[in-house]
């Protein structure tokens, strides 16, 4: 049976702040959010007078009234506070999936969520279909390619662009390699990328990074074959308004996990 779950967020920038709202508008029957924490505790303060929640000062006060922690805030705070959250007895959604190119912290969360009987729920995110890409990969080694394009906007700011705007003339090709050299080169843009070579068991993923002028998208393509499925997945979605760099659709890809975890019925 389930119960009213008492979820507390993570992050109060633009998916964070959707996140909220969305718990409290559609999903109040099912959870309720008992706190948010931001190092901008400005902006933590106005989004729990929004949703008529506690802006927590750090992360035990989060902690303190929580069954789950929905992080909406980056890879760092999952290195950071990824295992506290776990050892305390709290289930924790990831968004910011890159986080978990780390072999390392991959293994310790694996590990926090084994031992306390809690778990790591990582989203589909901006992208989806993660569960063919584990269907295929429990059935055969899987190759996958992740191509990804945005709109110069999305993607000025990178560590990997060292300060160069990306031009507002031409569509030029900025990236092609790994994924590991992609999230750690474009941390806010490519956790679709990690989410793939996840899924799909192939940390060989290539990743393709295009900027396109004048897109109104962030597209997403992933091609995936094992010899006996051959998957093309195609996202386009609109930037977030409050963050051109992050689509909308993963904030909605959060609210429907939840919303599958206290249904009678999971679509998986
Ligand atoms: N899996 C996916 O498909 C996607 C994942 N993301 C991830 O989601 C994250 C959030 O996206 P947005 O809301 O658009 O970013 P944002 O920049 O609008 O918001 C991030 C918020 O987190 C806060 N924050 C950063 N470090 C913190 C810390 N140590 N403790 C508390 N708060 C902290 C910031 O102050 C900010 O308010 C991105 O950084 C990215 O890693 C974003 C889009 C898609
Ligand atoms: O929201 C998106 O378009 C994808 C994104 O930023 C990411 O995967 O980090």
Redesign the pocket.
């Known amino acids: 049976m389930f119960t009213m779950k008492k979820a507390a967020l993570?992050?109060?920038?633009?998916?964070?702040s959707f996140v909220a709202h969305g718990l409290k508008k559609i999903l109040s029957g099912d959870y309720e959010l008992t706190g948010v924490?931001?190092?901008?505790a400005e902006?933590a303060q106005e989004l729990a007078k929004e949703c008529d929640t506690r802006a927590c000062a750090n992360l035990d006060e989060l902690l303190s009234d929580a069954e789950m922690i929905i992080e909406?805030?980056?890879?760092?705070?999952v290195r950071?506070y990824g295992e506290t959250v776990l050892n305390s007895g709290c289930d924790l959604v990831i968004?910011?999936?890159?986080a978990l190119s780390d072999k390392n912290l991959k293994s310790a969360l694996e590990n926090a969520a084994r031992s306390a009987g809690k778990k790591v729920y990582v989203?589909n995110?901006?992208?989806g279909g993660l569960d063919v890409l584990q269907t295929m990969s429990m059935m055969a080694p899987t190759t996958a390619l992740i191509s990804i394009t945005k709109a110069p906007e999305s993607l000025n700011g990178a560590p990997f662009l060292e300060g160069k705007g990306l031009p507002e003339n031409k569509t030029v090709k900025i990236f092609e390699g790994s994924v590991d050299d992609a999230i750690r080169g474009f941390?806010?843009n490519v956790?679709?990328a990690v989410?793939t070579a996840l899924a799909s068991n192939c940390p060989d993923t290539k990743v393709i990074i295009t900027s396109v002028p004048g897109m109104k998208d962030n597209k997403h393509c992933v091609h995936a074959e094992n010899g006996i499925i051959t998957t093309d997945i195609s996202i386009s979605s609109l930037p977030?308004p409050?963050?051109p760099?992050?689509?909308t659709s993963?904030a909605w890809s959060v609210l429907n996990l939840l919303k599958n975890l206290a249904a009678p019925v999971f679509y998986y």
Not at 37 to 40: A, E, F, G, I, N
Not at 72 to 77: D, M, R, Y
Request: charged residues 20%; aromatic residues 0%; hydrophobic residues 40%.
């Open positions: 993570i992050g109060c920038g633009a998916l964070g924490l931001d190092l901008r902006a909406t805030a980056g890879g760092e705070v950071t968004l910011s999936v890159g989203v995110g901006a992208l941390p806010k956790n679709v989410a977030d409050d963050n760099k992050s689509s993963a």
